[in-house]
């Protein structure tokens, strides 16, 4: 299942790179995208996650999109899944740090799509 979920959110990327960008407030827009995985919380909170989650691949913390959804489902609540951390990792990066979305084609590439 986390394949199909990394071969869907690097083709997802792609898309959303190539998008016109939209002048409506970053982090409402995130929150409204986590809301279709499923995933509810505060907005300031799942955004500064998001940021998180960027600054920490930036620095070479995580080294890789597989260490960033760990970290963001040990942040999510309790019973969320990994597939929806993976949906967090794919909707943050192309948000909060698009420079980071070759992570995702590399997740896709490692994991076989």
């Given at each position: 299942?986390?394949?199909?979920?990394?071969?869907?959110?690097?083709?997802?990327?792609?898309?959303?790179?190539?998008?016109?960008?939209?002048?409506?407030?970053?982090?409402?827009?995130?929150?409204?995208?986590?809301?279709?995985?499923?995933?509810?919380?505060?907005?300031?909170?799942?955004?500064?996650?998001?940021?998180?989650?960027?600054?920490?691949?930036?620095?070479?913390?995580?080294?890789?999109?597989?260490a960033s959804a760990k970290f963001v489902h040990?942040?999510?609540?309790?019973?969320?899944?990994?597939?929806?951390?993976?949906?967090?990792?794919?909707?943050?990066?192309?948000?909060?740090?698009?420079?980071?979305?070759?992570?995702?084609?590399?997740?896709?590439?490692?994991?076989?799509?």
């Amino acid at each position: 299942m986390i394949r199909a979920v990394v071969g869907a959110l690097a083709v997802s990327v792609g898309l959303v790179l190539n998008a016109p960008v939209a002048a409506a407030d970053p982090d409402e827009a995130f929150a409204d995208q986590l809301h279709t995985f499923g995933i509810y919380g505060q907005k300031d909170f799942n955004a500064w996650i998001g940021k998180l989650m960027c600054k920490r691949l930036r620095n070479g913390h995580d080294a890789d999109a597989f260490a960033s959804a760990k970290f963001v489902h040990d942040q999510l609540q309790k019973g969320s899944t990994t597939d929806q951390a993976w949906q967090f990792v794919g909707a943050g990066i192309p948000i909060y740090c698009p420079e980071q979305a070759f992570v995702l084609q590399q997740a896709a590439d490692r994991s076989g799509r």
